[in-house]
């Protein structure tokens, strides 16, 4: 099996130290913490009280040293891009194909809005299939997919992984220019969302639904009894 790289980016804003335990423990709980090669986590914080929580749980998980901090910053609403940055560096240096899942703690700006509930169910079902339904994504890149997820939709910039969880190829990331990632502060967020259509590669989607996720209480019963090849 080619080695397994999570890339994971953590915004400690809001309710984000709650969703990030959440997700360690999906990590944990699913096998793909231990069968993973590294797990490699940008931070950006308001309060410092929420960053020392952080690396205690994350001691909690990192028995097999493979868990490790890229970067801890104070919040300069730089987004998604310097953790983009690391997993675009990783893949630069390559000398074989490897796997990447980059994710992050979705949810953390909407909370204590009107679509704090419906972004936590679209969460929900992003992670369902790119954590709890890992093996699933590592046979998709091996049967000769370059990418998998969810939600593989038209956008703005290109297609893209709606909500920002993907699997791909390091051999994908490698086609796409540097200065692509290094400029996208100034697109916003958006820019690494759309990271995964920016080369024409073959993708795979578990599940494309129609509903508006920032608005529809999406139960887990809806896409694993719809999940379709897309």
Not at 16 to 42: A, H, P, R, T
Not at 104 to 114: A, F, I, L, M
Not at 218 to 223: A, F, N, P, R
Request: proline fraction near 1%.
């Amino acid at each position: 099996m080619k080695k397994i790289n999570i890339f994971y980016h953590v915004c400690l804003i809001n309710n984000g130290l709650d969703i990030v335990q959440e997700q360690l423990y999906l990590l944990y709980m699913s096998g793909l913490l231990s069968k993973c090669n590294f797990l490699n986590i940008g931070i950006l914080y308001e309060n410092i009280d929420d960053y020392i929580k952080l690396k205690k749980i994350i001691s909690y998980y990192n028995l097999n040293n493979k868990i490790k901090i890229l970067y801890s910053k104070y919040n300069d609403n730089s987004w998604e891009q310097d953790t983009a940055l690391e997993f675009k560096k990783y893949s630069d240096k390559c000398s074989d194909d490897e796997y990447i899942l980059y994710f992050h703690n979705k949810g953390t700006t909407h909370y204590n809005k009107s679509s704090e509930i419906s972004t936590r169910y679209w969460r929900h079902y992003l992670e369902y299939f790119n954590i709890l339904k890992w093996e699933d994504c590592v046979d998709k890149l091996n049967s000769g997919y370059e990418s998998c997820g969810v939600q593989w939709l038209p956008g703005f910039y290109s297609n893209h992984y709606s909500g920002t969880f993907f699997w791909i190829n390091t051999s994908v990331i490698k086609q796409i220019d540097f200065n692509y990632f290094k400029n996208s502060s100034k697109f916003g967020r958006f820019c690494i969302e759309a990271v995964p259509g920016v080369v024409e590669h073959k993708a795979f989607s578990f599940c494309n639904l129609n509903d508006d996720l920032y608005s529809t209480i999406l139960i887990q019963e809806k896409y694993v009894c719809d999940k379709q090849d897309k």
